[in-house]
């Protein structure tokens, strides 16, 4: 069993919110976004299947029909399928991404900072 504590890892601001990588190998990797209320996400895709878990708030999920997810909902949307958000309320969600393009706490950092998207202090 492997153990992630959240608090040891980096977040990172991005446009999409303070994402903060949790966890990642050739399966699945899971990162949890913090959004202030009022962000808008324009629709977008990504490459793999992506699981998302509503931890916290009320998150409005646009994917050319508008979803309102609430804390404690659950929303799956497929690859190279475009989705786009608004967080109403301050709110939190934990994505997981199905065989992610990048396996590793590592890769994702170096994405990151690759992209010139600062860390979190």
């Given amino acids: 069993m492997k ?3 959240s608090a040891q890892q980096k977040s990172f601001n991005t446009p999409e ?3 903060t ?5 050739e399966d699945f990797s899971i990162i949890r976004i913090n959004m202030p209320k009022g962000l808008w996400v324009e629709r977008h895709s990504h490459q793999k299947a992506v699981i998302v878990l509503v931890t916290k708030g009320q998150i409005l999920f646009d994917d ?3 979803h309102l997810a609430n804390s404690n909902d659950v929303l799956e949307y497929g690859a190279e399928e475009e989705i786009g958000f608004k ?3 301050d709110s939190e969600a934990i994505f997981i991404t199905k065989e ?3 396996p590793s706490l590592e ?3 170096d994405l990151f900072q690759s992209l010139g998207i600062k860390e979190s202090v």
């Fill in 3 to 5: 153990r992630f504590s």
């Fill in 17 to 19: 919110g303070v994402m």
């Fill in 21 to 25: 990588p949790l966890s990642a190998n």
């Fill in 64 to 66: 050319g029909e508008s």
């Fill in 87 to 89: 967080a109403l309320e």
């Fill in 100 to 102: 992610p393009t990048w």
């Fill in 107 to 109: 890769s994702i950092y």
